[in-house]
């Protein structure tokens, strides 16, 4: 039996805890947070997952030596904005080898760092892997289909996480682009954002479609320029997760976008939904990679104008619209 501890209380966490034990491993779920774990230790439910039960045989701790010692996985499920920090509190704890599993999703502001970036930078005796693709914890927890990535460095990390995770409804693939993966899931969630946005603002089936292409677009013209494989942006964490962001009400970055469409600042967008909203937090770094790297992210600018310069959503719309001519597709033409 496998031991794995799940780092964070979030939703996305106990989704994959529940997930692990009903695989057989021995899980051990740790926050920093003593009131989110007499909450769980005492409900063995939690608030956003309303009907999914934890087992009894689950370990509850805010104990760092009890939840990282003598463990085959450790998945770092924090907020993002706390990925650093955790990785530097336990990193003394961590053993030469240590598979580190990260499921967040975000880039860091002023280093411009992914989050497996982070976690090795601050953890370097780890063996740092990343899942993700399409998946909400909504879902997951509730046995629906779901296929998602898990990306590592050596054929033989991918394949263990991809064994440990995988189940008939949980589908894990592998792949060796850890980068790539990595900034589809972060830079869809500003695309999310505009999605949102526009639903917000009333548009319709025609817009959304058109910011899911031409969002693509623009995150793999990033991602290629950074090193990461064209594939891998029309894989399953590329526009696979951009899709689900998008579209799914699940998504509290559409949610969020959908306020801010409707008129309210990101900051009473973020209260109001009541959960982390990574696009916020991704937005400015994402702009700063594509100057970094003279990639146009016309999308992306346009939301970071709209939460931090204060613009109005439907002027921001416009302006895409009114863009200076392009081609989609670049070749010769017969005549």
């Known amino acids: 039996m496998a031991k794995v501890t799940i780092l964070g209380g979030g939703s996305w966490g106990i989704a994959l805890a529940v997930l692990l034990e009903k695989n057989g491993c021995d899980v ?3 926050s920093a947070l003593p009131k989110e774990i007499e909450m769980l230790k005492e409900n063995h439910e939690h608030p956003m997952l309303p009907g999914v039960m934890l087992s009894e ?3 509850f701790t805010t104990d760092d030596e009890e939840a990282v010692t003598d463990k085959d996985m450790i998945v770092m499920a924090v907020q993002s904005s706390y990925t650093r920090s955790t990785a530097k509190r336990l990193s003394p704890l961590i053993r030469e080898g240590q598979v580190i599993v990260d499921v967040a999703k975000g880039i860091e502001e002023g280093s411009l760092m992914t989050l497996s970036q982070q976690i090795k930078q601050e953890i370097p005796q780890a063996d740092v892997a990343v899942l993700s693709g399409p998946s909400h914890a909504e879902e997951v927890a509730r046995e629906i289909p779901t296929t998602i990535v898990a990306g590592a ?6 394949e263990f996480v991809q064994n440990l995770f995988m189940n008939e409804v949980f589908r894990v693939y592998t792949s060796p682009d850890i980068l790539g993966m990595e900034l589809g899931g972060s830079l869809k969630n500003v695309v999310a954002l505009a999605a ?6 009333g548009y319709g089936d025609n817009s959304k479609a058109a910011l899911i292409t031409r969002g693509i677009a623009e995150i793999s013209r990033l991602g290629i320029a950074m090193g990461g494989k064209a594939e891998t942006f029309y894989g399953l964490t590329g526009i696979g997760d951009l899709i689900v962001t998008c579209a799914s009400m699940h998504s509290r970055n559409r949610r969020a976008g959908i306020l801010i469409g409707q008129g309210k600042t990101y900051e009473e967008a973020m209260a109001e939904v009541k959960m982390v909203v990574e696009g916020v937090y991704s937005a ?3 702009v700063e990679l594509a100057h970094k790297y003279n990639i146009e992210m016309p999308i992306i600018e346009q939301v970071n104008k709209v939460l931090f310069e204060g613009k109005d959503a439907a002027l921001a ?7 200076d001519r392009k081609v989609e597709i670049t070749d010769t033409w017969e005549d």
């Open 284 to 286: 400015k770094a994402a």
């Open 317 to 323: 719309v416009k302006e895409l619209m009114l863009r």
């Open 196 to 201: 949102g946005i526009a639903d917000g603002l």
């Open 57 to 59: 045989k689950m370990v």
């Open 28 to 30: 051990t779920i740790w």
């Open 153 to 158: 460095t050596s054929r033989k990390t991918a």
